[in-house]
């Protein structure tokens, strides 16, 4: 590592420690090196937030490259239950902060949805007209005890009810409408990855298999407590939840969903370290991911559909061409992805860069509290340091 970028972001960092967050581990890679690597703990594993929707989504083109499916086949090829009620009513969501439900706006009062459109390819793109949170964590179950108790409701159970609940929410628009980020879309997708894997309801084991085991990513874990054994203080400790589970998050995943069903979900629940998730980005931006098809990766991080900016590949977020979280200098073919207790993890192609930044922003609470300026001002540090 040079000593000019471990000054420069070193001094950069100090100032957020116990202000933005109070754990950190930031990795970045330049032409294949590791150039800069610090971290609050060595070894320190932090929650993923909606960075596991990026390997979701690869273990899904694994499978697409071994043709056991394709992006263009329907969702109910693979979860028949989705299409149960046949035409789907349409609502207003509900506000994953408030957990308020929303209005139905007048002009959907009366539009119904087919669920039997919905492809593999709407939920990667986030384009299928679900909603982007319901609160699945009530249809699971009781809040689970901390992680280092056991669950009085078995894994299996909780994901049973939870399932039974998100193949029947509404639509708020129709499939192929616009870009409309879904947590929901990519539980969903979680769920039809396991079950063409032959693994159903355990899509840890099918991401296990065909990403973290190829990969080599052995700080890479669902449920590091409950299920590995290690013990609490071994993950980044995030919220203190006030309203459901009545105590500060730690050893379990912080979104109530993930955590409502066990711990294992599409969207959220995966725990690891920077360095793991950079070897993944590496993967990615070499074209090597193991058992994904380069033209795949290709078609991935590309831009497939877009609204009001917001540019959609196959699971990855593309850089928007205002406001990105990966600031103003990466190159307009970007890619990445943030979660939302602090993390993010870009990859410009162009300047053969890779910046993963892990944090616990939420653990002063939800509230986002400058985590984007932060983010913007890292990435734009970074190129400068590095690319100008």
């Known amino acids: 590592m040079s000593a000019a970028i471990t000054s420069t972001l070193d001094s950069f960092l100090a100032p957020y420690h116990d202000t933005l967050f109070t754990a950190y581990d930031l990795a970045v890679l330049h032409q294949g090196d590791l150039v ?8 320190l594993l932090f929650d993923f937030a909606s960075l596991t929707k990026l390997f979701t989504t690869t273990a899904f083109l694994a499978l697409v490259s071994a043709g056991k499916t394709s992006l263009n086949v329907p969702l109910m090829q693979v979860i028949p239950e989705f299409e149960d009620l046949t035409l789907r009513s349409m609502d207003g969501g509900q506000d994953p902060h408030s957990k308020e439900h929303l209005p139905t706006p007048p002009e959907r009062l009366h539009e119904t949805v087919n669920p039997i459109f919905v492809t593999f390819w709407h939920l990667l793109t986030h384009t299928s007209g679900l909603p982007a949170w319901r609160d699945v964590y009530n249809a699971a179950g009781a809040a689970p005890l901390p992680p280092d108790q056991p669950d009085p409701i078995p894994r299996l159970i909780r994901y049973g009810r939870g ?8 639509f708020v628009a129709q499939p192929g409408e616009g870009v409309l980020y879904s947590d929901v879309g990519l539980m969903l997708l979680g769920e039809a990855t396991a079950r063409i894997n032959r693994t159903p309801a ?3 084991r099918t991401i296990q298999a065909l990403v973290l085991d190829p990969l080599k990513l052995n700080t890479i874990m669902f449920n590091p407590v409950s299920e590995h054994g290690l013990p609490l203080d071994a993950t980044a400790p995030t919220e203190i939840d006030s309203t459901w589970r009545k105590r500060r998050v730690q050893g379990e995943v912080h979104d109530e969903n993930a955590c409502g069903i066990g711990g294992v979900a599409g969207h959220a629940g995966l725990f690891g370290t920077a360095l793991d998730v950079a ?19 290709k078609q991935a991080i590309s831009q497939q559909a877009e609204t009001n900016g917001e540019r959609r590949g196959l699971g990855w977020m593309l850089r928007s061409y205002q406001g990105s979280s990966a600031g103003d200098l990466f190159s307009r073919d970007a890619y990445g992805h943030t979660g939302f207790v602090g993390n993010s993890v870009w990859i410009d192609p162009e300047q053969d860069l890779i910046v993963v930044c892990l944090t616990n922003n939420v653990y002063f609470g939800r509230e986002k509290r400058g985590i984007i300026a932060f983010r913007r001002a890292l990435h734009d540090l970074v190129w400068k340091t590095l690319c100008a």
């Open 36 to 43: 800069y690597h610090s971290a609050t703990r060595p070894g």
């Open 279 to 297: 070897a993944f980005a590496h993967a990615w931006q070499t074209n090597a991911v193991p058992g994904v098809d380069p033209a795949l990766i």
């Open 163 to 170: 399932l039974n609940a998100l193949v029947r929410y509404p």
């Open 202 to 204: 355990e899509l840890d």
